[in-house]
């Protein structure tokens, strides 16, 4: 990684930042959050580009430094509010690095945010799993305005006035929520009045599923015996993946973002995928989605705090996770293509 960078200290006042970030002016309510943010990063230029929108942002920049920071030995001080951290191309001491970061993140309460590439990311991911992170692929400078955005909204600090452009990014994000709610209002519109639990449902020999009698929805009580209840069964992935290539090939005759619904494209593949007994990796998981990486892990975070997906980590390689449908994603799924019938094979 090179010999560590020298360590900057910057003030919170935004007008340090220069004219090159108006994205970012006026960002946070009253001029200034107060919140102390670390950045390490190995390219000298994008660690004065983050400094400078973080101090745009009204926070305040304690330090900049390179990976080698990270690596240090010794015993690590406390972290401030907020950690970015950019590692394009990692390898194994820097993952185990990462995960100390994130452990510690989890333990203080403190925001971590992580760029990488799509070279990296399963590593990257597989290494977050403790302090909710965000996490960005080959992310635009927009891209770090809004994780900078989320960072000040979960901490309780209001977002006044943006720029045009990230204005409408936030409210595309919201839209994508509502989208997602209405999604899973869909799915579960068929099961709602199943007294026995409609969104449940076995989870398939490989992801760790276990069949209690007592407890399984599957079965119904009945005077003296169990009753197995009917449900029905996720479709033939044959038939999945057909549907999925008819929506790929609308994008050789039409612009793909007039079509874009990374969260049905990824249910799609997800249901073959369980079906096929195959374990889907976040960066098989984003190029399924049909949009850019970083967008795609917002929709999966977002599909995660709706109950949708989950994150499995590999029992063999605790570096490394995949993403699955949670069992009330595939009893709805199962129930959709259910009602659909053999006119499944028209959707597109």
Known sequence: MGQA???????GDASAAGSGSSAVQGFCSGGRAGI???IYADRGY?????????AAAGLRVAQTTDLARLLEPGESPALPELVLVDCPVIDGAELAALSRLDQRAS???AHLVVSTSMGSLDEVFGCLDQADAQILVTPSRADRVIALGRVLSRT?????????????????????????????????????D???????????????????????????????????????????????????????LRAR??????????????????????????RVSVTSLCIASGVPPTTALRWIGQMTDAGLLQRVDDETDRRRAFITLTD?????MARYFAELGTSATSLV
Request: aromatic share 6%; no cysteine.
């Open 5 to 11: 960078a020298q360590q900057f200290e910057y003030g």
């Open 36 to 38: 102390a943010v670390s």
């Open 46 to 54: 994008l660690r004065a580009e983050m400094a400078e929108d973080a």
């Open 107 to 109: 333990e203080q309460g």
């Open 156 to 192: 309780g600090n209001r977002v006044r006035e943006l720029s045009e452009e990230d204005r409408l990014s936030l409210l595309r994000l919201t839209d994508q929520v509502s989208q997602i709610a209405q999604k899973l209002e869909l799915l579960s519109s068929h099961g709602a």
């Open 194 to 248: 199943d007294a026995s639990g409609a969104f449940r449902f076995e989870t398939p020999a490989g992801f760790g599923g276990k069949t209690d009698a007592k407890l399984d929805p599957q079965f119904d009580v009945g005077s003296d015996r169990l009753v197995r209840a009917s449900r029905p069964p996720l479709p033939d992935p044959r038939l999945v993946r057909k549907i999925i290539r008819q929506r790929q």
């Open 253 to 278: 005759f039409f612009e793909g973002d007039l079509f874009a619904d990374p969260a049905w494209d990824m249910l799609l593949d997800l249901t073959a995928a369980r079906v096929e007994h195959v």
């Open 328 to 332: 009330k994603a595939a009893d709805a």
